[in-house]
T-cell receptor, first 113, second 114 residues
Framework: GAGVSQSPSNKVTEKGKDVELRCDPISGHTALYWYRQSLGQGLEFLIYFQGNSAPDKSGLPSDRFSAERTGGSVSTLTIQRTQQEDSAVYLCASSPWSLERYTFGSGTRLTVV | AQTVTQSQPEMSVQEAETVTLSCTYD???????LFWYKQPPSRQMILVIR??????QNATENRFSVNFQKAAKSFSLKISDSQLGDAAMYFCAQSGGSNYKLTFGKGTLLTVNP
């Protein structure tokens, strides 16, 4: 596609429920990243996928968070047993090898009530 | 560990005037990149300008320029001839030696007054 697409745009969920956030990167981009933006904060790195290599999961805040990338394209970020502190905007980005074209999506705003 | 500090939570500027947003960073890497991103209410992060640490020349993109002081680990953004459309949150960011993971500051909210 023309840009990085994320869905849903907004998600409200009850505490304790599981949620799945989707990211559809730019076609041909081998790298995909997830970041979290809490209120009043900058972006926090969560996870990085590059081609068929093992993902860098060093930013995931707890084992309730997981992500997968199927077929080197679409990625899903899953948060299990959501907590109120998980409320944030989750941003996805993709890039070819060059950082110059690191393109972000518009994010999913997750609200846990 | 890398850190990026933006000491100005909010700034305002009159339309057509010039404003400078501050950013300092800390890293042990010798090879890295620095970025300024703009985030309007649409939430999408838009790259404004990028600087390679090995280049001494300051990057410029039309009305946007940086003052990169490597020894002082400072990377400020100057916006000239400010326009109403420049109003947004601005984030300073740094990539590490691996060149894929970005560390962001907390942002500066820029208001442009007509």
């Amino acid at each position: 596609g023309a840009g990085v697409s994320q869905s849903p745009s907004n998600k409200v969920t009850e505490k304790g429920k599981d949620v799945e956030l989707r990211c559809d990167p730019i076609s041909g981009h081998t790298a995909l990243y997830w970041y979290r933006q809490s209120l009043g904060q900058g972006l926090e790195f969560l996870i990085y996928f590059q081609g068929n290599s093992a993902p860098d999961k060093s930013g995931l805040p707890s084992d309730r968070f997981s992500a997968e990338r199927t077929g080197g394209s679409v990625s899903t970020l899953t948060i299990q047993r959501t907590q109120q502190e998980d409320s944030a905007v989750y941003l996805c980005a993709s890039s070819p090898w060059s950082l110059e074209r690191y393109t972000f999506g518009s994010g999913t705003r997750l609200t846990v009530v | 560990a890398q850190t990026v500090t933006q000491s100005q939570p909010e700034m305002s500027v009159q339309e057509a005037e010039t404003v400078t947003l501050s950013c300092t960073y800390d890293t042990s890497e010798s090879d890295y990149y620095l970025f300024w991103y703009k985030q309007p209410p649409s939430r999408q992060m838009i790259l404004v300008i990028r600087q390679e640490a090995y280049k001494q020349q300051n990057a410029t993109e039309n009305r946007f320029s940086v003052n990169f002081q490597k020894a002082a680990k400072s990377f400020s953004l100057k916006i000239s001839d400010s326009q109403l459309g420049d109003a947004a949150m601005y984030f300073c960011a740094q990539s590490g030696g691996s060149n894929y993971k970005l560390t962001f500051g907390k942002g500066t909210l820029l208001t442009v007054n007509p």
